[in-house]
């Protein structure tokens, strides 16, 4: 399987358009006033991120809580 970022298709890495990032505002705002929920990761924070860091975003969370 070979991961390709496009707009169309399976969202892999979230590509840098200013809609895009109007949208995830939005969504952000909504996951702000949320109790208990944690986005993280790629799509959840909205970035690219290498597995590696992906596991470190979680893991330290896990001990935060």
């Given at each position: 399987?070979?991961?390709?970022?496009?707009?169309?298709?399976?969202?892999?890495?979230p590509i840098p358009k200013p809609e895009n990032k109007?949208?995830?505002?939005?969504?952000?705002?909504?996951?702000?006033?949320?109790?208990?929920?944690?986005?993280?990761?790629?799509?959840?924070?909205?970035?690219?991120?290498?597995?590696?860091?992906?596991?470190?975003?979680?893991?330290?969370?896990?001990?935060?809580?």
């Open positions: 399987m070979k991961e390709i970022s496009r707009a169309d298709g399976e969202p892999y890495y109007d949208l995830y505002s939005l969504y952000q705002k909504g996951a702000d006033a949320a109790k208990n929920v944690y986005f993280l990761g790629r799509l959840g924070t909205y970035s690219y991120m290498n597995m590696d860091a992906v596991v470190m975003q979680s893991l330290e969370l896990c001990e935060s809580l």
